[in-house]
């Protein structure tokens, strides 16, 4: 593999962060060093350099450093002729890159911007503001850069997916409500009496009435419909379960009411993972205050699914005010990755990107270990104020053609009572569902799959970059997307 020489002025941590992930969604091995004013004239090499340079050679490519760069209009629009580029770019891709990952970027600070569990609203966030929340800028930057270098340096890199696909597409389900009777579970549990015994009491009164009228009471619990219907179109998803129900010591009036300790749970657990399927942690909403309930929660899931657990997505998307330190804690509980960067109410590319990525820590100054798989898409996304099925199968397809055409990658977010027309409280959102998988189906050129698989892959991907063996279905040099 041919490695490409970076010289960057005066680089910080974040940058050189920034830089090796550029380099890893291209695929190419990359040299980086500080950058000096006094290039032998005779050494032909070809660099990408990040800085100010005054003199440029024709096998160099600047990219200038400029603070407050974030958004590039001329390049999203495509009004940038990319075969006419020279050798100075004048937009400052790397920072851009990096603040957008980082989540450095301006949002909004209008009133509702945070909601009450301290998630950024979708219109507050700055590529919504600019009129580019539903594109990957990220994708958009790395390709200019990844265009640049091989059309002006020659080097090419691997790609960033197996078997010829061009992107990916992970599936996934919350599972929240698998029980809808679940509530009437605890009943007897005093130390949840104590805290509202009377609202308590009068919500569990009603539950058992409507469980006596209901011909139809196990309609929630749609696990072999879903993974059959998978199953049929050779896909298989992760499943996010919870191990903190809200009668917890811990648990908060937003966690489950299940108790992932009860044999059906262990029995679809297992069953789950037997047939090739992923048990994920949906972390409960007070995980983000320590490290260790992360590793606990990890650890039951574990024990009761007989499997190991790599992955974690927060419940309601809840990271806690200080969300660097949660996705810190991530790396500490043990997890590979980590899939809880979305928006709660409104499809779209949270932090800009459509990618695999490793998000800087402030604290650290570097990278956590633990990969963020994004998370594009939620059923309540689409169906929070509208039955429209028609409409959301078409946004949904709308934004795998961005992710498609960005090279990317992108998770899908439906709760297991939501992803089959199995209750009809949420028919439409499973036909939604079902329709999506069938035009995934249609798609020969997206690696549909669960998140482990994914997150495995591009892990053997970056070994193979850094000079490891190349995984599966994996050329040693291709042109990337």
Same mark, same amino acid.
């Given at each position: 593999?041919?490695?490409?020489?970076?010289?960057?002025?005066?680089?910080?941590?974040?940058?050189?962060?920034?830089?090796?992930?550029?380099?890893?969604?291209?695929?190419?091995?990359?040299?980086?060093?500080?950058?000096?004013?006094?290039?032998?004239?005779?050494?032909?090499?070809?660099?990408?350099?990040?800085?100010?340079?005054?003199?440029?050679?024709?096998?160099?490519?600047?990219?200038?450093?400029?603070?407050?760069?974030?958004?590039?209009?001329?390049?999203?629009?495509?009004?940038?002729?990319?075969?006419?580029?020279?050798?100075?770019?004048?937009?400052?891709?790397?920072?851009?890159?990096?603040?957008?990952?980082?989540?450095?970027?301006?949002?909004?600070?209008?009133?509702?911007?945070?909601?009450?569990?301290?998630?950024?609203?979708?219109?507050?966030?700055?590529?919504?503001?600019?009129?580019?929340?539903?594109?990957?800028?990220?994708?958009?930057? *790395?390709?200019?850069?990844?265009?640049?270098?091989?059309?002006?340096?020659?080097?090419?890199?691997?790609?960033?997916?197996?078997?010829?696909?061009?992107?990916?597409?992970?599936?996934?389900?919350?599972?929240?409500?698998?029980?809808?009777?679940?509530?009437?579970?605890?009943?007897?549990?005093?130390?949840?009496?104590?805290?509202?015994?009377?609202?308590?009491?009068?919500?569990?009164?009603?539950?058992?009435?409507?469980?006596?009228?209901?011909?139809?009471?196990?309609?929630?619990?749609?696990?072999?419909?879903?993974?059959?219907?998978?199953?049929?179109?050779?896909?298989?998803?992760?499943?996010?379960?919870?191990?903190?129900?809200?009668?917890?010591?811990?648990?908060?009036?937003?966690?489950?009411?299940?108790?992932?300790?009860?044999?059906?749970?262990?029995?679809?657990?297992?069953? /789950?993972?037997?047939?090739?399927?992923?048990?994920?942690?949906?972390?409960?909403?007070?995980?983000?205050?320590?490290?260790?309930?992360?590793?606990?929660?990890?650890?039951?899931?574990?024990?009761?699914?007989?499997?190991?657990?790599?992955? $974690?997505?927060?419940?309601?998307?809840?990271?806690?005010?200080?969300?660097?330190?949660?996705?810190?804690?991530?790396?500490?509980?043990?997890?590979?990755?980590?899939?809880?960067?979305?928006?709660?109410?409104?499809?779209?590319?949270?932090?800009? *990107?459509?990618?695999?990525?490793?998000?800087?820590?402030?604290? /650290?100054?570097?990278?956590?270990?633990?990969?963020?798989?994004?998370?594009?898409?939620?059923?309540?996304? /689409?169906?929070?104020?509208?039955?429209?099925?028609?409409?959301?199968?078409?946004?949904?397809?709308?934004?795998?053609?961005?992710?498609?055409?960005?090279?990317?990658?992108?998770?899908?977010?439906?709760?297991?009572?939501?992803?089959?027309?199995?209750?009809?409280?949420?028919?439409?959102?499973?036909?939604?569902?079902?329709?999506?998988?069938?035009? /995934?189906?249609?798609?020969?050129?997206?690696?549909?799959?669960?998140?482990?698989?994914?997150?495995?892959?591009?892990?053997?991907?970056?070994?193979?970059?850094?000079?490891?063996? $190349?995984?599966?279905?994996?050329?040693?040099?291709?042109?990337?997307?």
């Amino acid at each position: 593999m041919t490695e490409l020489t970076i010289q960057a002025d005066a680089p910080d941590p974040r940058t050189l962060a920034s830089l090796a992930f550029i380099c890893e969604a291209l695929g190419i091995r990359a040299r980086i060093e500080a950058n000096s004013e006094a290039i032998s004239a005779a050494d032909g090499e070809p660099r990408l350099i990040y800085g100010v340079r005054s003199e440029v050679r024709p096998t160099d490519i600047v990219i200038v450093r400029r603070a407050g760069d974030v958004i590039w209009p001329a390049l999203l629009d495509g009004s940038i002729d990319r075969p006419g580029l020279d050798s100075r770019i004048d937009f400052d891709l790397v920072a851009a890159i990096g603040s957008l990952l980082g989540d450095q970027v301006e949002h909004g600070r209008e009133a509702g911007a945070i909601d009450r569990h301290g998630r950024l609203t979708y219109p507050a966030s700055a590529p919504a503001r600019a009129g580019y929340g539903d594109r990957p800028i990220v994708n958009a930057y *790395v390709n200019f850069i990844g265009s640049a270098v091989r059309e002006r340096l020659g080097i090419g890199g691997q790609a960033l997916w197996p078997s010829g696909r061009v992107a990916a597409i992970g599936l996934s389900h919350d599972v929240d409500s698998p029980d809808r009777y679940a509530l009437l579970g605890s009943a007897l549990r005093p130390w949840r009496l104590r805290r509202h015994p009377r609202t308590y009491a009068r919500a569990v009164a009603e539950l058992a009435r409507a469980r006596l009228q209901d011909p139809t009471p196990r309609d929630f619990w749609l696990f072999d419909e879903v993974a059959r219907s998978e199953q049929d179109l050779g896909f298989r998803s992760t499943f996010f379960f919870a191990t903190v129900p809200f009668h917890h010591r811990r648990g908060a009036p937003q966690d489950v009411a299940y108790d992932i300790r009860g044999g059906a749970y262990r029995r679809i657990t297992r069953s /789950l993972v037997a047939s090739g399927f992923e048990v994920g942690l949906h972390a409960s909403y007070r995980a983000h205050e320590a490290w260790t309930h992360m590793a606990e929660e990890r650890a039951l899931l574990g024990e009761v699914a007989g499997d190991d657990v790599i992955g $974690v997505r927060h419940h309601y998307w809840h990271l806690g005010p200080d969300v660097a330190r949660t996705l810190r804690f991530h790396e500490r509980a043990g997890f590979d990755y980590d899939s809880s960067l979305a928006f709660n109410d409104h499809v779209g590319f949270r932090r800009g *990107v459509a990618l695999p990525f490793h998000p800087f820590d402030p604290t /650290l100054q570097r990278p956590v270990r633990t990969l963020q798989l994004p998370t594009f898409c939620m059923d309540g996304n /689409l169906f929070y104020g509208s039955t429209d099925v028609d409409a959301s199968v078409a946004a949904v397809d709308a934004l795998v053609g961005r992710i498609v055409e960005s090279g990317g990658m992108g998770a899908i977010d439906w709760h297991i009572q939501t992803s089959f027309p199995g209750n009809r409280e949420f028919r439409a959102w499973g036909v939604a569902y079902q329709a999506i998988l069938r035009l /995934l189906a249609d798609r020969t050129d997206v690696w549909v799959t669960d998140l482990r698989s994914i997150a495995r892959w591009s892990s053997e991907r970056r070994r193979s970059i850094d000079g490891g063996p $190349v995984p599966a279905g994996q050329p040693r040099d291709a042109t990337p997307a």
